[in-house]
């Protein structure tokens, strides 16, 4: 092979090693994300430490020029990857999963711990009910107090949610959603810090593809020197810190 030659086929490999980094990218970075779940506001469906792929397509905002894309609504109970609709006043992640309980139009209210949505209770086998020990009267029969009774109300949330109020339901407005953990004792979600708009919805989680033990704290933890320290915990408990069952879990 010729000088020439070698010098030809080089460069074709360079193109195409720069053609498949481009189209990873664009992969990566437009139609799917990962995300570490940063608490266990979601357990027992989504634990601290798992690491998720989101779908960003679906949800994405609609495009004259993409017309080929699937885009959608989203649906009742399903879990999705949102923004947080307010300044987190109590430290932690600004990017969030929960649980769509409310679309717009819907009438929102617990009883006990059980939600009913349009009058109607949800059969919600995967959510945590409260106990006489843990029972929260502003958590549990939402929205029956004052929000300033709640634990946690963000203030400009305390001044909102009357607003939306109607009889003894919370009324879901248009261009809004309300979301709930599936840990619902220990959710800090939409009863706290209020409704979210569509603008800040992300995506929809698909399936585990790994699963490392992590503490809550772990979240407020944001030094460099805290995230190598656990980033090198990781590598030396890669094999015996790995819930190697949760891998590829699909999220539902």
């Not at 195409?16 to 992969?27: H, I, N, R």
């Amino acid at each position: 092979m010729t000088r020439k030659q070698t010098s030809g086929t080089s460069l074709q490999e360079l193109a195409s090693l720069c053609s498949t980094f481009a189209v990873a990218f664009f992969v990566m970075t437009f139609l799917f994300q990962n995300f570490v779940i940063p608490s266990a506001s979601m357990a027992s469906t989504l634990l601290v430490g798992d690491h998720v792929l989101v779908e960003r397509v679906t949800l994405a905002p609609s495009s004259p020029l993409a017309h080929f894309l699937p885009y959608g609504q989203l649906q009742h109970d399903e879990p999705i990857v949102f923004f947080r609709p307010a300044p987190n006043e109590q430290g932690g992640h600004d990017i969030l999963v929960k649980r769509v309980i409310g679309l717009p139009g819907d009438r929102i209210h617990l009883r006990h711990g059980v939600v009913y949505r349009n009058g109607v209770s949800l059969h919600e086998p995967y959510a945590a009910m409260p106990t006489s020990a843990n029972y929260d009267p502003y958590n549990d029969d939402f929205p029956a107090l004052p929000p300033s009774q709640g634990r946690l109300v963000l203030a400009s949330w305390s001044v909102d949610l009357p607003n939306h109020i109607q009889g003894e339901d919370l009324v879901v407005p248009t261009g809004y959603y309300f979301m709930m953990g599936d840990n619902r004792n220990n959710s800090y979600d939409s009863r706290y810090w209020g409704l979210v708009p569509r603008e800040n919805l992300i995506g929809r989680p698909l399936f585990i593809y790994w699963s490392f033990k992590m503490s809550d704290e772990q979240q407020y933890k944001t030094t460099i020197t805290e995230r190598a320290e656990f980033a090198l915990h990781q590598t030396l408990h890669l094999f015996d810190e790995t819930r190697w069952e949760r891998t590829f879990r699909i999220v539902r």
